[in-house]
């Protein structure tokens, strides 16, 4: 069982930028694909960015150039650096751990752009 835990959201302007962080436990951290995910309201939940193992990134065609996936293995943690935010980007975010194909969510973190 893997334990996902984000932190770091907040009421922003736009234009600035925002960093939210994950810490995964219950499994050796190197071996989690990590992802970042979002829901805004009344919209499905859309997958922003990935890490896996390696360190190898992929991100959604809206967030690119923008937002920085990363992870600290050592620390067991992964982060989201968001830059430029825009009201678009206003939505739950939530961390996910993928291991032998189980995935493990975080409860979520509110991140609101707005002037």
């Known amino acids: 069982q893997v334990q996902v835990v984000e932190s770091g959201g907040g009421l922003v302007q736009p234009g600035v930028s925002l960093t939210l962080s994950c810490a995964a436990s219950g499994s050796s951290f190197d071996y989690l694909f990590m992802g970042w995910y979002r829901q805004a309201p009344g919209k499905q939940r859309e997958w922003v960015a990935t890490i896996n193992s390696y360190g190898t990134t992929k991100y959604v065609d809206s967030v690119k150039g923008r937002f920085t996936i990363s992870r600290d293995n050592a620390k067991s943690t992964t982060s989201l650096q968001m830059n430029s935010l825009k009201p678009d980007d206003t939505a739950v975010y939530y961390c996910?751990?993928?291991?032998?194909?189980?995935?493990?969510w975080g409860q979520g973190t509110q991140v609101t752009v707005s002037s």
């Open positions: 996910m751990a993928r291991l032998y194909g189980n995935q493990y």
